[in-house]
């Protein structure tokens, strides 16, 4: 995004967490700033945003990608492990949406991402992960019916399999190296290979782009292949 021509504010649990990001958005010369939010608390939430418009005057791109894993099989989940995963990523982007909605409906322009995955297809010992993720397509379906009329564009992502640290960490739960699950899960991606970070961001900058203005409501697979074909 900051390649794109964006200022970037960037919220994680702690203003600490995101100096990193901060620092490589000003790396090719952009704005950016860190904010402390929890995307499940809905005062955070309110705080954080009237900071971010403050800061840059207007808000015209939220991108909902707060995310964590708490996998297990149904009859282990926990109560806890389901509240969690549908609380950062569902109520998390219903909130953070909320929240940008009224500077992008008084400045009739927003483009919104929801973050989805290939799991919203459904993936065994996933099923908070894969609920949420399914009710983020719905979500930014309906939100698309609701705010067009403001010329604000709503739109998911569902990546497939990325080279990230979450991917990393749930490599490791399982007892395998990152090497050995690109290896063990690559030969059913019809483009061989695990996605990269920036294969998404990639989409992410296209839809939030004048060249996307009309497109709304979709959700858009990046997952090296038909997302069918990956799970």
């Known amino acids: ?20 990001t901060v620092m490589a958005v000003r790396d090719v010369g ?10 499940s608390s809905a005062k955070q939430v309110g705080a954080a945003f009237e900071e971010v418009a403050n800061h840059f005057g207007r808000i015209d791109i939220l991108v909902n990608n707060a995310g964590l894993l708490r996998d297990n099989l149904l009859f282990k989940m926990s109560e806890d492990d389901w509240d969690k995963v549908l609380d950062v990523h569902l109520k998390g982007s ?27 297809l459904g993936n065994k010992g996933q099923v908070n992960y894969s609920a949420a993720k399914a009710g983020l397509q719905a979500m930014a379906r309906t939100l698309a019916l609701e705010l067009g009329r403001f010329n604000v564009t709503v739109n998911a992502v569902a990546p497939g399999w990325i080279e990230t640290e979450m991917t990393k960490e749930a ?40 060249e996307a203005s009309y497109i709304s409501g979709e959700t858009i697979y990046v997952a090296g292949g038909p997302s069918s074909s990956v799970i």
């Open 1 to 20: 995004m900051a390649q794109e021509g964006a200022k970037v504010a960037v919220l994680d649990l702690s203003a600490e967490a995101g100096q990193d």
């Open 30 to 39: 952009q704005e950016a700033i860190a904010i402390a939010c929890d995307v």
């Open 94 to 120: 219903f909130l953070c949406t909320q929240a940008v909605q009224q500077y992008m409906v008084e400045q009739e322009y927003g483009r919104i991402i929801m973050t989805s995955s290939i799991v919203a």
């Open 171 to 210: 490599a490791e739960r399982v007892g395998i190296t990152m090497e050995d699950m690109k290896e063990r899960f690559a030969k059913n991606i019809p483009l061989r290979r695990f996605g990269r970070p920036e294969d998404v961001a990639n989409v992410v900058a296209f839809l939030c782009s004048d």
